[in-house]
């Protein structure tokens, strides 16, 4: 796992990249500092002086937090060995991952029109070919035109000559073979990625020295010809597209073409109108639909066995995509929730999830005060002592949470909340299910520790500052709000990228620019396969392939004979390389 200060390194634009460069068309969240030798005295002066305060009062306070370390001790202690016994109890299994598809491809759609671009690394899958040209990419479009080597390492100078040099000489602007040769392998990757190429038959070798060669020949025809990455598949987790489908319904309100519209950043060959938005939404229905269980439930994962997080996130996805509630996967998973006693015992996410969507009252949560963002670094449960993933996603959670968001009603949000649950949802006491997590969901049970500081937490709920909570919601957004500048809206990982994109929304409206930066890097996210399309774990994981890839080949002995695949690889790992830390990263725990 990457550090926080590398961790858009997996994903496209690095420091080099000229779009890194660009400047956002709003203000930043990070405020300049002061650079004068006064400002710099004076910093210096408060931080020793805190540090002074903080020991001071570590020391005073040592005659209780000793014996409260005891304390937490023996009970961890405990709770470690009730886990112990609890998984050793554990009865549910895993199920297969690769499956037979149980849907394929629409007739109407067919696999063979997807076309994927790598711009930099930057992967998208579009419907129909289109008439854009990819950006980036300068070391592959040079080699397409018979250049071997860039003249420069200045990635702009480079863009702008190239580009004059190519209007200035169209006719010639492409070696024809070469062109030829990239397109071919463009294709057969794609193919490849569809699932539409069959697997050769076994071939037996005679030495290793043969077998080697056979591989690496095979990697580097994956690799993608004109960025130098090599792209694939990074999904896995079944609770990441629900997030991503339940953005666009509260955005779009409902709307099945808003929420899917055709892309307005491109064009398409022949002036064919733009399908991409109703092809996504047709692809990822079936890729929900290949990875439904044999009860009829979903896994938090593509090997899962059925969960309530799984089964009732994925259920309202295809509902919100339109897919009737006679339908017979939709019936046979609503069984499955009513089976298992109704979504109420869903996990803190799936029920801050259906919170935003009016399924699920706030009241049935328990707390996520955003207060947690003002306290200070070094208490034991601040923001920068906690994994960044976790804080990544507890945080805009918790500005949801602390402003008890919900989107309005609507017909299909009215009769959902009769197909969750067994008792008419009027009629639930939230209040008690706050830490009622399903069986097949509880996979470590909830510690006494947790339920007591969840119960204080529900009594200070009850009492807080409404000065200070609207004080700790805009600190709360500080954050969030930076996550995504400094990661150019890729932000740390597909679960905060909707949260962040939300909130966002919420607070910026519709035609922000920091919501249009949202949607704009949302496609990202999704990838096409066999199965449908996904959100992946990250925006993919181009830079960690790569690097493989290559230190695979070179460990082979092979590199010099595919020396201009290795150019183009040495380039993308140059240019995809965050090498330099965010602006006041150590503010936001970037460390």
Known sequence: MQSDSTFVSVGVHGARHESAQLPFPFASVVVPKQQSFRGYIFALFQSIVSGLILRICFFCALPV??????????????????????????????????????????????????????????????????????????LGKAQASGLERLPSSNISIICARYGQEAAENSASYEDSKISEQKEERRRFLEHYQLGLIDAAPVKCRTNVVEAMRDGVEFLVSLQDPYSGHWPNDYSGPLFLTPGAVFVKFIVANGNIKKMFPPHADHHHKGNEACLCGEAERLELIRYIRNYINDDGGFGQHTEGHSTMLGTVLNYVALRFMGVSADDPDVVRARKWIHMEGGAVSIPTWGKAWLSVVGLYSWEGVNPIPPEFSLLPEWFPFSQGRVWCHSRAVAVPLSYLYGTRWAMPLNGLLESLRAELYVSPYHEIQWSTHCSNICKRDCYTPLSPVYKFVAKCLKVYERWHLKSLREYALEVAWTHIAYDDESTHFICLGPVNKALDMLVTWIREGEKSGRFLNHVDRLEDYFYMGPEGMRMSGYNGSQLWDTSFAIQAICACGMEMRYPREMALAHHYVDIAQVQENPESGADFFRH
């Open 65 to 138: 937090l000793l014996p409260l370390h005891c304390i937490l001790f023996v009970l961890d202690h405990r709770n470690r060995n009730e886990v112990r016994r609890y998984q050793k109890e554990w009865r549910y299994k895993s199920v297969p991952h690769v499956r037979s598809l149980r849907f394929p491809a629409s007739r109407k759609f067919p696999l063979e029109n997807w076309h994927l671009r790598c711009e930099d690394g930057r992967q998208r899958w579009h419907y129909g070919e289109l008439l854009n040209s990819e950006e980036g990419n300068v």
